[in-house]
Every structure is written in structure tokens, then in C-alpha cells.
């Protein structure tokens, strides 16, 4: 039987979520190419820390949605759940069942803020 210690089981949680750190640094930097020129590298990394565990504590924790998450705080600013109206009636309240149907909503409802700017 395979006994996997709590040092062990630390070490790997830690890879994979500076794995997941990375691939979000990469698709920011692309999808964002703006950000080259007010952010450096250390401060890229540091909101995507700080945004996912913020989208934690709304229960996000699925890399997808911690994803999209992190798009809107990079779009809309990384206060954007308490600065934006849509965001914060939606997430103080109405909080849905689903982690995923929470950033699918935050997702329409920027997209319909969008519209009517």
C-alpha cells in the first residue's frame, strides 16, 4: 500500500498550484499585452496570488473559474467585487449553489455592463 506523507502531499499541492500560477502569468500576458507596460512580473504574479485566494473565499477554487476570476479583477480592477455594483449585489447577494454558475454569472453580468457603457 502506498502511504503518501503530509511533507509529501504538501510539496506536490505547492507545485501544482505554482504550475497553475504559471499558466495564468502566460495567458494574462497574452490576453492582457497592456499590462507590459504597468505591471512587472513581480506584480503580475502577486495579483494572480492574491486573486485566487480571494476567489477562494467566494468558494471558487476550480482552475477554470479561479481563471475567469481573475480576468474580471484584471479587467474591472482587483477590487472589482467590492467596487462594482453588479459584482458586489450578485456576490453579497445572491450567492448561487455553484462555484461555476457564480463566474458564469459575474461573466454575463460584466459582459452586460459592458453593453451599457
Known sequence: MLIIRKEQMDVLSNYMKQSFENRIFKAIKIAYPELNLTMNEA???????????????YGIIIEHDVERFINLAVKYGVDFDSSQSWATDFLYKKPLDYPSETVDFLVALSINQLAED
Not at 502577486?46 to 486573486?51: A, K, Q, V
Request: net charge negative; no cysteine; hydrophobic share 45%.
Open 43 to 57: 506584480e503580475l504574479r502577486l495579483l494572480i496570488h492574491n486573486e485566487t485566494a480571494k476567489a477562494a473565499e
